[in-house]
């Protein structure tokens, strides 16, 4: 840190003291408070927008809007990444007919905070009758960085969701590994007002130590959450039984409450990002308008 020189009133540089500064904090700095909330639902020509609200630095994007019909949406956070203290609040909500996919249009960045952790919370409702794919792409946790991120989803009887969270500890490229910092991922997902399921990650900075032991991450550093919620959910249990053998990391998947939920763990995160492409895919095979996130190929 910097030592500010403090003048007496009326005195000369010669009779300067010097103090140290305060410690700078993440609150002392101008902080980002982005806010998104898009409501879409079925039209006798495809999904149609009902609601768009966005504010700075959070922006929705609607690539390929053919004849008024919307596929996909793609957030942009146009501040470049996630800071100490910073805040982002997502609503989508699916009404009956609508069947979108939404992601983001590159990997979102956590950078290292001072002290605050920055805060994300994500709600998504899917009505009866609705379709919804909730399907970002990675977060990137920088050494040192504080993040505390909520996903709370409410889902109807009749309604399918496919939604997809994952976290890159360290920047592989820069030979990075996360050694401090605080991660909470939160899940919550009720059905018709019940909870049916809750899961938190925690790691903090006394943790991180220990994350490479055997009995925790070991040598994964790329990790993500799956959910689906839907028709034919032992199907989709078998079809993601089968399909994880062939990826090129750790896998596995059950069914709780109704709800499918699928754990992955790799040592770098093309390697799951290839294996969660496939599986994209074929989700989107079996549930015909679900689609996988085109900007996942470019």
Known sequence: MFDAVALRSGGSSAGAETTSAAPARDG??????????????????????????????????????????????????????????????????????????VTSQ?????????????RVATELKVRAGAKLGWLPQETIMFDGARLRRSTEIELSSGAELLA???????????????????????????NDGRLIWADTFRAADEVFPRLRSRALLSDSRAIGTLVYFGPDIDAHLQLMC????????????TVVGGLLIARFAARASVDLKEGLRGLLKRFAQRCGSLRSPEMWSL
């Open 28 to 101: 002392d700095l101008q902080r980002a408070r982005g806010a998104a909330r898009l409501v879409v639902s079925g039209s006798e020509r495809g999904t149609r927008l009902v609601e768009v609200f966005q504010q700075s630095p959070l922006r929705i994007l609607f690539p390929r809007a053919r004849g008024g019909s919307i596929q996909e949406a793609v957030l942009v956070n146009t501040s470049g990444g996630i800071a100490g203290g910073d805040r982002l609040d997502l609503v989508v909500e699916a009404r009956v007919g609508a069947s979108i996919t």
């Open 106 to 118: 590159a990997a979102e960045r956590v950078y290292r905070a001072l002290n605050a952790p920055a």
């Open 164 to 190: 997809l969270e994952w976290l890159v500890l360290g920047r592989a490229a820069h030979g990075e590994e996360m050694l401090g910092g605080e991660i909470t991922d939160a899940w919550r997902v009720s």
């Open 242 to 253: 089968e399909h994880c053998p062939s990826l090129n990391c750790h896998c596995a998947a």
